[in-house]
Nanobody, 126 residues
Framework: QVQLVESGGGLVQAGGSLRLSCAAS????????MAWFRQGPGKEREFVAA????????YYADSVRGRFTISRDNAKNTVYLQMNSLKPEDTAVYYC???????????????????WGQGTQVTVSS
């Protein structure tokens, strides 16, 4: 069983930056593709970004492409989400997720992930 713990959320003004971290433990991390999702109040969970096991391939939602960067450090069992040029629309709880070891759909689908963190709140003021 993989355990994921997010950190780094907080309150920031529009245009500012934050870096989220996701620390993994309790299972194999290096061979798992990882992703960030987010969920605003009263909204459905939304895909943000994904990264393959080696970190050599990334994919972003159109809403964050060019502003956010996903990365990973397998030696530290940690995934990061660097968020720049933040907008009020980015306000949400951000979740880290580990992708299933076998899959046939695309990384944007929440059902592709079998382990989730508890989330970290990001609030962007106008």
């Amino acid at each position: 069983q993989v355990q994921l713990v997010e950190s780094g959320g907080g309150l920031v003004q529009a245009g500012g930056s934050l870096r989220l971290s996701c620390a993994a433990s309790g299972g194999t991390f290096s061979n798992r593709a990882m992703a960030w999702f987010r969920q605003g109040p009263g909204k459905e969970r939304e895909f943000v970004a994904a990264i393959n096991w080696s970190g050599g391939s990334t994919y972003y939602a159109d809403s964050v492409r060019g502003r956010f960067t996903i990365s990973r450090d397998n030696a530290k069992n940690t995934v990061y989400l660097q968020m720049n040029s933040l907008k009020p629309e980015d306000t949400a709880v951000y979740y880290c997720a580990a992708r299933k070891p076998y899959y046939y759909s695309d990384a944007r689908t929440a059902n592709e992930y079998d382990y989730w963190g508890q989330g970290t709140q990001v609030t962007v003021s106008s």
